[in-house]
Every structure is written in structure tokens, then in C-alpha cells.
């Protein structure tokens, strides 16, 4: 049986929708949640817009819309999870866990935090003015939501990749420190989609509410109308060519329409179509294609009540999951039942008494180590720092290999050896006798188990 890959995609509730956000993200996640293969986790990061917005109206709203927006163009709530980020009690509570393993050093690299930071000493100011914990803290919550359903693919754009590294970051810290062996959290990776349009603007920049130059898309017919008609164009009258390579108005056409309705498009403009024909053939385009999505979203809109009914359904589809995951990761970090605590405690006892084990970890420098501890916890080497995690574990396996330990005693410690290079070393001992009892200890803790 083929596991089917899981996607993971959240949507920021600050803003209403524009033309640009349904052409670079919203179109073509909907047309992936249909790939058979695919196991889609469609989300309102209602959490992460309280980081950026302070009115409630504004945050209420464009919950609102966006769900709209999303059942609008066609998202199938019964083949994708489809919730809201508040309504899975779940997902805070393990960005807490992780607040609890993941490393200040890492968050301070974040690029939102460090931007703020650099926009301050420009402005002179203290370098946290304004700052608060939840921007601080937003690369944990987003850790949370990725690792909450244990995501394969996270399509997210450029800035954001730094975001999913972070989280596998963190997600590997937990499972070291407490999976005991076993691996809580995949390891999502970015999917950045090269192919998906990034659309102009009235002005020609990216089309973005930050610029002022957006394209309503699901408001109105005549205020798309009246969106297009501001179009920037050239000076050239009707019966001169036009240059469709350099028309912010062609990139638009071309991202909705055929191949033949986009070289016909091109054909006219070069043979001298005016630009007020080529505005009103571009919004009958847009009509033609939004029109029937327009009329769904205006009706959802108006029925807030079901739209409040989908939600609650994609939420109980997601805490079926979350839910018993959490419990297992309670119990994992300790939160245990005093009644479970202690059955657990006795098998802990029994399974360490098996023998020693290697606890990998990332410093606060970036760099990767690795702790060999005895049955009883004792830590009886600590390693040099790895640049990659893959060095660090073949470090480990050819340490548990079976050949023979170079072991080298300097003064009341040890280092160990491994292609004329120092990889991992003791602490310090009391004696000459700890020491050497502690260098035994090691060769019986690195003798293969037999089966």
C-alpha cells in the first residue's frame, strides 16, 4: 500500500483575498488537494494574525472571507482537512512543548525577528522596541502546526522556507530528547512551486495590499471593472503596436487564459489593439473564469452559520488525529497519570538496563553532537561538534561497530580516536582508577548487542 504524501498549507486571516493570492497560492492548492495521492491539511492561521493585527473586526472578517474563498474555488471538504487553527486546542499545547526544547540561539536567527531588529537600529531605537513574544515566538507556532500532523510537503514561498527548516530543527531536538528511540515527528521539507504565478499589480509591482495595487476578487463585477481600468499601460494609441512582453496587462491575461485565447491576445496587441478593448477583454476573461465562484462566495457569506458547520467538521477531522498524538507526547515528556506514571517508570527501568545509549543533539551554534550514556544515565562521552547531523551519525555507527576503540587517557579523561582525528571525549575523573574503570565501561557499552 502506497502512504499517500501529506500536505500542509495554513492562510494568515488578515486581509480579503485579491486576484494575486488566488493566481499564487489558493488556484493551485486546490487543484493539488485533488491528486489521489495526496493527504491535504488546508488551515486559517487565525493564531499567527494576532501577531501582525490588533482589531478584531478586521481578523473576525477576513476569517470569514477567506474560508469563503477557499469553499468558493472549489476546495472539497470531504477529500481535505479544512479548519481553523483556533478551534485545535492541540496545537498550542505542543508549541509549548517545543518552546521548551527549541534553542534562543535558533530563534534569534529568524529573519522576522532579525529584520525588526535591523529596522530598529536603523530608526535608533532599543532593539526590541515593539516587539513582542509572538513574533518572537512565531517560527515555534508554525513548527507546531507543521509537526502537530506530521506534514511531508509544506508549499510555502521563498521567505518562508528558513520557517520549515526551523521546524525539523525542533522537531529533531524533541525526538532526541525524549523519543527514547522512537521518532515522534517527520521531518517536513519546503515545496517551493517554481511554476506558480506571482501576478503584477495595477503598478506593475507584486500585486499586494502593502502597495495599494490589488485586484479585487471575489467583491464585485464592477469594482474588478474598475480595478482593471486602472491598469498602468504605455502611451501608445490604438493602431500602434503593443509590446505584450512588457504589458503588466498581458502577464494578467496569460495567467487565466488558454494558450490559443493568450496568442490571440498577443496577436492583437502587436497588430494595434487600444489599450481601453484590451482592459475590457481581460475583465470579460476574469468574469468568465471567477464569475460562478463569485456568486458561491457572495452566497457563503451570506450563510455564516454553515460555513461555521464545515469548520467545526474539519476540526473534529483533525482532532481525531491531534488529540491522541498529544497524548503520546504527554506521556512521552512526563505529563503522565500517577497511575500510569509508575507502570511506566518500572518498564523504563527494565528497558534501561539494556544498555547504554548515544543522545544526538544541535548546539546553539548550528553545529551537531552527540552524549553516549550508560544504563544508569551516566554520561560517558560527550562528542566534538559535526557540521551535518548525517556526519555526526556515521561518527556513531562506526563507534558501534565493533572494531577495536582507539581510546587515548590524557591526565583524568579519555579521548576517543577514529581515523587520526579526535571525535569524542570524557569527563573528568577523580582517579587514575575511575578513570580506567570508566574507559572498561566503554569498550563492554560499544560491544554489539548479540541476537
Not at 306 to 334: N, S, Y
Amino acid at each position: 500500500m502506497t502512504t499517500r504524501t501529506r500536505i500542509l498549507t495554513g492562510i494568515t486571516t488578515t486581509g480579503t483575498p485579491h486576484l494575486g493570492n488566488y493566481a499564487g497560492a489558493i488556484r493551485p492548492a486546490i487543484l493539488a488537494s485533488r491528486d489521489s495521492n495526496a493527504d491535504s491539511f488546508y488551515f486559517l492561521a487565525d493564531y499567527h494574525a494576532l501577531i501582525k493585527c490588533d482589531d478584531p473586526q478586521r481578523i473576525q472578517r477576513s476569517r470569514q472571507e477567506i474560508a469563503a474563498t477557499w469553499l468558493a474555488g472549489g476546495l472539497d471538504v470531504e477529500r481535505v482537512t479544512f479548519y481553523r487553527q483556533s478551534d485545535i486546542p492541540e496545537i498550542p499545547q505542543l508549541a509549548w512543548f517545543l518552546t521548551c526544547v527549541a534553542a534562543k540561539g535558533l530563534l534569534n536567527r529568524a529573519h522576522a525577528y532579525k529584520a525588526s531588529v535591523d529596522k530598529n537600529l536603523e530608526n535608533g531605537e532599543d532593539p526590541d522596541a515593539g516587539i513582542t513574544m509572538g513574533l518572537y515566538s512565531y517560527p515555534v507556532l508554525m513548527a507546531a502546526d507543521i509537526l502537530m500532523f506530521n506534514a511531508h510537503k509544506v508549499p510555502v514561498g521563498r521567505d518562508q522556507i528558513q520557517h520549515v527548516e526551523m521546524a525539523r530543527d525542533i522537531g529533531q531536538r524533541f525526538n532526541h530528547l525524549f523519543g527514547n528511540g522512537k521518532e515522534f515527528f517527520a521531518m517536513p521539507e519546503a515545496l517551493i512551486e517554481e511554476s506558480v504565478a506571482t501576478l503584477p499589480g495595477l503598478d506593475g509591482r507584486k500585486m499586494s495590499k502593502s502597495y495599494d495595487n490589488t485586484i479585487p476578487l471575489f467583491t464585485s463585477a464592477k469594482d474588478m471593472k474598475s480595478a482593471i481600468s486602472r491598469i498602468v499601460t504605455d502611451s501608445r494609441a490604438p493602431g500602434e503596436a503593443k509590446d505584450p512582453d512588457n504589458s503588466h496587462l498581458f502577464t494578467l491575461y496569460q495567467a487565466f487564459s488558454t494558450p490559443e485565447q493568450s496568442a490571440e491576445f498577443r496577436s492583437e496587441l502587436l497588430q494595434g489593439l487600444g489599450w481601453g478593448e484590451a482592459k475590457d477583454r481581460l475583465f470579460k476573461l476574469l468574469d468568465a473564469e471567477l464569475g460562478e465562484a463569485r456568486e458561491r462566495y457572495h452566497d457563503l457569506m451570506s450563510r455564516p452559520a454553515d460555513m461555521e458547520d464545515i469548520l467545526k467538521a474539519g476540526a473534529q477531522k483533525a482532532r481525531a488525529i491531534a488529540t491522541p498524538f498529544l497524548d503520546e507526547l504527554r506521556e512521552a515528556v512526563g505529563l503522565r497519570s500517577f497511575e500510569s506514571a509508575a507502570q511506566t517508570t518500572a518498564a523504563s527501568k527494565k528497558k534501561a538496563a539494556k544498555g547504554p545509549r548515544f543522545v544526538s543533539f544541535r548546539d546553539e551554534d548550528g553545529s551537531f553532537r552527540f552524549r553516549l550514556l550508560s544504563a544508569d544515565g551516566e554520561q560517558l562521552l560527550l562528542s566534538r561538534s559535526f557540521a551535518d547531523g548525517k556526519t555526526a551519525g556515521q561518527v556513531t555507527k562506526q563507534l558501534q561497530s565493533g572494531e577495536a576503540l582507539d581510546v587515548r587517557a590524557d591526565g583524568l579523561s579519555f579521548s576517543v580516536w577514529l581515523d587520526g582525528a579526535s571525535v569524542a571525549d570524557s569527563p573528568a575523573f577523580a582517579d587514575d582508577a575511575a578513570r580506567d574503570a570508566a574507559i572498561e565501561a566503554l569498550r563492554l557499552a560499544l560491544v554489539p548487542a548479540q541476537d
